[in-house]
C-alpha cells in the first residue's frame, strides 16, 4: 500500500516536532530542579559569607568576588583587542590570504577545547611570565579564549554600518580613522555591547582555563591584588560536588542556582539591548 | 602631524588584526615546547599506541589509546545523539513552526547554550547517573553512555544555530518552485532544501563533534573516569581533555608526566584545529 504524500507529511512534522520537544524540556526540567533545590539554600548569608568548616557550611562570598574580579579583567583586556582587530578585518583588510589566514585563525581560537587554554595559559603566563597562579594569569587566559566571541559580534555590528554613512563623513574631507571613531563606532557600539555580554556570560562559568592558572580550592577571604590567587564559582562547584565529602546538597544547587542566574542574567541583558537596537534603528 | 598620528593609529589596528595569529602559534608553541619533551624518553608510537595509561605506576606508562577510545566512545555516542534530534530541531524552527513558536524554541535553545558545562556536569551527576544506572542495571552510572548524553545537549545548540542559518539562507526561489510543481512541504524540504542546505549542515555537524571532543568538566564529572581501555559504551571512560584536567594538579613540573599531559594538549589542539579548519571549508564552500 502506497502512503499519500499527505500522510507522509503529517507523520514526519509530528516527529520533528517531538525532537524539538525533547531539546527543550531537558532544559525546562533543569532550570527548573535548579530553581526548586537551590532558591532554599540561598540567602543573604549565603551571598555575604565566607565558607566555614571545610566549605560545609557558610557563604560563598570569595566565590562570587573572584569570578567578578576575572570577569572584569578578563574583558578590559579582550575589549579593545578584539574591537580593533574586528575594525581592521572590516575597515582595512583587502580580500587577500593574509585576512583568510586572520580568519582561519580566528574560527582555531573559538574550537581550541578549554581545557588546552588552561595548559596553554598555564605555559606562558604562570610559568614563562612567572606570574604564577594569580588572577592576572587567569584573566589573561580567558581574555584570550573569548576574544573570537567579542571578534565575531564586533565584526557583525560594524559590517551593518550602511556604506553611506562612511562615504559622506569621507566626500567632507574626514580621514578614514575619524570617520570610524566618529561615525561607524558609536553606531556599531550597541551591537559590539552585546556580543561583549555573551563572551563575559561565557567567561564566567568555564572551569577547565582557571583550573591551573588561578583558581584556589579553599580561601576564606578576598584577593588583596591581581597577583594573588582567587576563589571561582565555576570551581567552586566542581569543589563541592566531587572534592569534598558530606556537602550538603543545598549548598551545591544553591552555588549551581548563583552560577546559573550570573549568566543568565547577563544574557538577559544582551538580549534587552540587542532588542532595543533593533526597534531604534532608523535606517 | 595629522597625517602621521593617522599612520600610527592605522599600523596599531594592522598589529591587532595579527594578534590572532599570533596567539594561535603562541598556543601551539607552548604545548608543543612542553609536549615534545617527552618524546626524548618516550618513542611517539608507545605514546600514541600504548594500550596503558599509568602515570604513577613504576615504570609508569604512557600510552593514551585508552584515553582516545574514551574520547572517540564519547563523542560517537553524543553524536549519534545529538545530530539527528539537533537536524530535526532546525529543520522544525527554520520550516515548520510558526512564529511565535521558533522564538520559544530559539530563546530555549540559547538558554541551552549559556547553561555552564559545570552546571550539566553537576545535574548530570544527580540525576542522570541515578537513571543510567537503573535502566542498564549497572554498578555505577557515570559511563561514556551518561557523558554522550549530556554532551549531545551541549553540541545540540551549536548544531541547531549553524544548521538553522544554512536552511533560512536557502534562496526562496527554490522552495517556490518545488511547491509549485506540486510537491509537499516536506518532499520539498527533503528533496530541496536539505540538499540545498548541506554544507551549512556539515560543517554545523563538525562544529557540534569539536565542541564535543574539547568539552572537559561534565565529561570528567559523567564518565566515571576510568583509564582502562574502553570495552563497551557502558563502562567508565576516560576522555584525553579530563586527563589534563583531572590530572595536571598532581603533576610535578618538568616530570615525564607533566610533559605527557601537554603532549596530550597537543594530540587535541592538533584534532580540533583540523575539524575546525574543515568546518571552516564546508562552510565557505559556495553553494552551487
Known amino acids: 500500500m502506497k502512503i499519500k504524500p499527505q500522510t507522509k507529511q503529517k507523520i514526519a512534522f509530528t516527529l520533528l516536532g517531538l525532537a524539538a520537544v525533547a531539546v527543550i524540556v531537558p532544559v525546562i526540567l533543569v532550570l527548573a530542579i535548579l530553581v526548586q533545590r537551590g532558591l532554599p539554600a540561598i540567602s543573604w548569608q549565603f551571598l555575604t559569607e565566607m565558607p566555614k568548616m571545610g566549605m560545609r557550611a557558610g557563604g560563598i562570598f570569595p566565590a562570587i568576588m573572584g569570578t567578578l574580579c576575572l570577569v572584569v579583567c578578563a574583558i578590559s583586556v579582550a575589549l579593545p583587542l578584539g574591537v580593533l582587530t574586528a575594525i581592521y578585518l572590516v575597515e582595512y583588510a583587502k580580500k587577500n590570504w593574509w585576512t583568510r589566514m586572520i580568519e582561519i585563525a580566528i574560527v582555531n581560537l573559538a574550537g581550541v577545547p578549554s581545557v588546552v587554554y588552561g595548559l596553554f595559559g598555564l605555559g606562558l603566563f604562570v610559568i614563562f611570565f612567572q606570574f604564577g597562579s594569580s588572577i592576572i594569569a587567569g584573566a589573561l587566559t580567558l581574555a584570550i579564549m573569548e576574544l573570537p566571541v567579542i571578534i565575531t559580534s564586533s565584526k557583525e555590528a560594524l559590517m551593518s554600518v550602511p556604506r553611506s554613512f562612511r562615504e559622506a563623513s569621507l566626500a567632507l574631507g574626514v580621514s578614514k580613522w575619524e570617520t570610524i571613531r566618529c561615525v561607524v563606532l558609536p553606531n556599531a557600539l550597541p551591537g559590539i555591547l552585546t556580543g561583549s555580554i555573551l563572551g563575559v556570560s561565557r567567561t564566567a562559568g568555564e572551569t577547565a582555563p582557571i583550573l591551573f592558572t588561578v583558581a584556589a580550592f579553599y580561601l576564606p577571604r578576598l584577593p588583596h591584588s591581581i597577583f594573588d590567587q582567587c576563589m571561582a564559582l565555576p570551581y567552586h562547584l566542581y569543589v563541592l560536588s566531587t572534592q569534598v565529602p558530606n556537602v550538603k546538597p543545598a549548598l551545591q544547587y544553591g552555588t549551581a542556582l548563583v552560577l546559573v542566574g550570573m549568566v543568565f542574567s547577563l544574557n538577559f541583558v544582551a538580549i534587552l539591548v540587542r532588542s532595543h537596537i533593533r526597534s531604534k534603528k532608523q535606517w | ?288
Open chain 2, 1 to 288: 602631524m595629522k597625517k602621521i598620528r593617522e599612520a600610527i593609529i592605522e599600523k596599531t589596528i594592522l598589529l591587532n588584526g595579527f594578534a590572532c595569529i599570533l596567539f594561535v602559534i603562541l598556543i601551539f608553541v607552548f604545548l608543543a615546547k612542553d609536549g615534545l619533551t617527552l618524546f626524548k624518553t618516550i618513542s611517539i608510537q608507545d605514546f600514541l599506541f600504548g594500550q596503558i595509561w599509568s602515570p604513577l605506576n613504576e615504570p609508569p606508562q604512557f600510552g593514551i589509546l585508552p584515553l582516545f577510545l574514551g574520547s572517540l566512545f564519547v563523542t560517537l555516542g553524543a553524536t549519534v545523539i545529538a545530530v539527528p534530534l539537533g537536524m530535526a530541531c532546525a529543520i522544525f524552527i527554520g520550516e515548520i513552526a510558526p512564529r511565535w513558536m521558533r522564538e520559544i524554541l530559539k530563546a530555549g535553545v540559547e538558554l541551552l547554550a549559556a547553561i555552564p558545562s559545570i552546571v550539566i556536569g553537576f545535574i548530570g551527576m544527580a540525576l542522570l547517573g541515578p537513571v543510567v544506572k537503573q535502566i542498564f542495571h549497572l554498578p555505577t552510572g557515570l559511563t561514556a553512555v551518561t557523558g554522550s548524553i549530556a554532551l549531545a545537549f551541549m553540541a545540540i545548540p551549536t548544531m541547531v544555530s549553524i544548521m538553522e542559518d544554512a536552511i533560512t539562507s536557502v534562496p526562496r526561489i527554490y522552495k517556490e518552485g518545488s511547491l509549485a510543481l506540486g510537491a509537499t512541504h516536506w518532499q520539498t524540504i527533503y528533496r530541496v532544501i536539505i540538499p540545498a542546505a548541506s554544507s551549512g549542515i556539515v560543517a554545523a555537524i563538525m562544529l557540534g563533534i569539536g565542541r564535543v571532543i574539547g568539552e572537559t568538566m561534565a565529561v570528567m564529572m559523567l564518565t566515571g573516569n576510568a583509564s582502562v581501555m574502553p570495552q563497551t559504551i557502558l563502562a567508565p571512560v576516560r576522555t584525553l581533555t579530563a586527563t589534563i584536567a583531572a590530572e595536571m594538579g598532581e603533576t610535578v613540573r618538568g616530570s615525564e608526566h607533566y610533559f605527557s599531559l601537554f603532549a596530550i594538549g597537543l594530540v587535541l589542539f592538533g584534532i580540533t584545529f583540523l575539524i575546525n579548519f574543515l568546518a571552516d571549508m564546508a562552510r565557505h564552500r559556495k553553494i552551487k
